[in-house]
C-alpha cells in the first residue's frame, strides 16, 4: 500500500463537494472567514464535548478577533490583555457603551486570566512544564458556547461594517 495525501495542489479543482479548502488564496474575505472557521470549529468542540481543544479553540477566535480589530497596528503576541489594552487606549469600538462590548471584553479578559501566554490550551504542559490549565477545572458548556456566539456575531458586525466602509 503506498500513501496518498490528502492535499491538493493550488491548481487542483475541487473535485469533491465536500472537500476542506485549506488555502486562504481561495477566500473572498482571508480574515473572516478563517475567524468563521474558528467559531465553527469552538462550538463543534464545545458540543462534542472536547474541552481542551474547545478552550483553545474559543481562546484562537478572541485572538483573532482582536488582532482584526488592531489591523494593520497588531504584533506578533498571543497576549489578549495586551491586545486589548491597545485597543482600549486607543478608543476602540469594542470599549465603547453597551452591553455585548461589555461582555464581550469580559469574556476575553477571562480568557486571558487563564491563558495568559497563550500557551495553556495548545499542550499538555505550559512552557513551565506544569499542567494545562490546572488552574481551570471545568467550564460550563452552555456558558462558553454563548460567549463565544457574542464574540463571533460581535466582530462578523465588526467585519461586515470596515468591509462595506472601504
Same mark, same amino acid.
Given at each position: 500500500?503506498?500513501?496518498?495525501?490528502?492535499?491538493?495542489?493550488?491548481?487542483?479543482?475541487?473535485?469533491?463537494?465536500?472537500?476542506?479548502?485549506?488555502?486562504?488564496?481561495?477566500?473572498? *474575505?482571508?480574515?473572516?472567514?478563517?475567524?468563521?472557521?474558528?467559531?465553527?470549529?469552538?462550538?463543534?468542540?464545545?458540543?462534542?464535548?472536547?474541552?481542551?481543544?474547545?478552550?483553545?479553540?474559543?481562546?484562537?477566535?478572541?485572538?483573532?478577533?482582536?488582532?482584526?480589530?488592531?489591523?494593520?497596528?497588531?504584533?506578533?503576541?498571543?497576549?489578549?490583555?495586551?491586545?486589548?489594552?491597545?485597543?482600549?487606549?486607543?478608543?476602540?469600538?469594542?470599549?465603547?457603551?453597551?452591553?455585548?462590548?461589555?461582555?464581550?471584553?469580559?469574556?476575553?479578559?477571562?480568557?486571558?486570566?487563564?491563558?495568559?501566554?497563550?500557551?495553556?490550551?495548545?499542550?499538555?504542559? *505550559?512552557?513551565?512544564?506544569?499542567?494545562?490549565?490546572?488552574?481551570?477545572?471545568?467550564?460550563?458548556?452552555?456558558?462558553?458556547?454563548? *460567549?463565544?456566539?457574542?464574540?463571533?456575531?460581535?466582530?462578523?458586525?465588526?467585519? *461586515?461594517?470596515?468591509?462595506?466602509?472601504?
Amino acid at each position: 500500500m503506498s500513501y496518498l495525501s490528502p492535499f491538493g495542489d493550488m491548481d487542483t479543482d475541487h473535485e469533491s463537494p465536500d472537500a476542506l479548502c485549506l488555502s486562504r488564496a481561495h477566500c473572498t *474575505n482571508a480574515p473572516e472567514d478563517t475567524i468563521g472557521e474558528f467559531f465553527q470549529g469552538s462550538l463543534a468542540l464545545i458540543d462534542a464535548g472536547v474541552p481542551q481543544p474547545a478552550f483553545f479553540m474559543a481562546r484562537q477566535l478572541a485572538e483573532l478577533s482582536l488582532k482584526a480589530f488592531l489591523g494593520p497596528r497588531q504584533k506578533a503576541i498571543h497576549r489578549l490583555g495586551e491586545m486589548l489594552d491597545e485597543l482600549a487606549e486607543n478608543g476602540d469600538d469594542l470599549f465603547a457603551e453597551g452591553d455585548d462590548q461589555r461582555l464581550i471584553v469580559q469574556f476575553i479578559r477571562d480568557l486571558h486570566e487563564r491563558d495568559p501566554k497563550g500557551d495553556e490550551g495548545r499542550y499538555p504542559t *505550559n512552557r513551565s512544564g506544569e499542567p494545562s490549565l490546572a488552574r481551570v477545572c471545568c467550564a460550563d458548556p452552555r456558558m462558553l458556547r454563548e *460567549n463565544v456566539c457574542r464574540l463571533f456575531l460581535y466582530t462578523q458586525k465588526r467585519l *461586515n461594517r470596515s468591509d462595506q466602509s472601504v
